[in-house]
């Protein structure tokens, strides 16, 4: 979380020059957006010359409701108690974990002992928004991994509109609350089930490799790797490598 706020706390100061560099890197934003920008490209490159195995099934649809029912209430409510599929009991979360953002921005509205830092809170649940809403959007799959880093600069965009009004005037009571709620749902779900974790061991599977391997004339050895559920997802090593453990 605390690279996430540093980050963007240099894009809303505005920061330095870049010494050695094209003039418009001397804008932390712009050089950011660039380096981002770039990233993104490459990737959608690959996907469209078939240079990537994943494959591209657009579905803004699903980029737009997947953070609007996933990722907020998943950064605010914790995965552990949203059901397993999205039913009454999720969207009722999920309203709560909205009903939060709200009672936030009310907060920074009217409260006099809070000084809101509107433009890094908007630059955050932008990008919060934008960057689970591109693989989502590629890809045509909300899965919860996606959430992770737009949970960070979403906490970062409700902290930023609470922040005190001067150094040392202490915490306002909203922030305190706030903290104290992400703690309890940090500590819920400090460690939460996924379907990565019911995959095979990699150590019997590098032993059955190994005895495959035993024959001379094998080249290769396969070792199916979590998750299970995903058919075909396996590690494919040279039996001169496997051979030398």
């Avoid at 959007?137 to 996606?146: E, I, K, N």
């Amino acid at each position: 979380m605390w690279p996430a706020a540093a980050g963007l706390r240099l894009l809303s100061s505005g920061g330095g020059a870049v010494a050695g560099f094209p003039a418009w890197t001397r804008s932390p934003a712009m050089l950011l957006a660039g380096l981002l920008g770039a990233g993104i490209a490459l990737q959608v490159i690959g996907l469209l010359t078939g240079n990537s195995e994943r494959g591209l099934a657009p579905d803004p649809v699903l980029a737009v409701s997947g953070f609007l029912v996933r990722a907020v209430p998943a950064a605010l409510v914790g995965e552990r108690w949203l059901p397993d599929t999205v039913n009454a009991g999720w969207l009722a979360l999920a309203a709560v974990a909205w009903l939060v953002v709200a009672a936030v921005v009310v907060s920074g509205w009217r409260r006099r002992d809070v000084r809101p830092n509107w433009a890094l809170a908007g630059v955050a649940f932008v990008h919060a928004a934008a960057i689970y809403a591109v693989p989502v959007l590629l890809s045509g799959f909300a899965t919860p991994r996606y959430a992770l880093p737009p949970a960070m600069l979403l906490v970062t965009a409700l902290v930023a509109v609470l922040e005190p009004t001067a150094t040392g005037a202490g915490i306002a009571p909203p922030l305190w609350i706030f903290a104290a709620a992400l703690a309890v749902v940090l500590a819920v779900n400090l460690r939460v089930d996924n379907s990565r974790a019911h995959g095979p061991q990699w150590n019997d599977g590098l032993h059955a490799a190994q005895q495959e391997c035993a024959d001379p004339a094998a080249t290769t050895a396969r070792i199916t790797i979590a998750p299970l559920n995903s058919s075909g997802w396996a590690a494919v090593l040279p039996c001169s490598y496997i051979r030398r453990g």
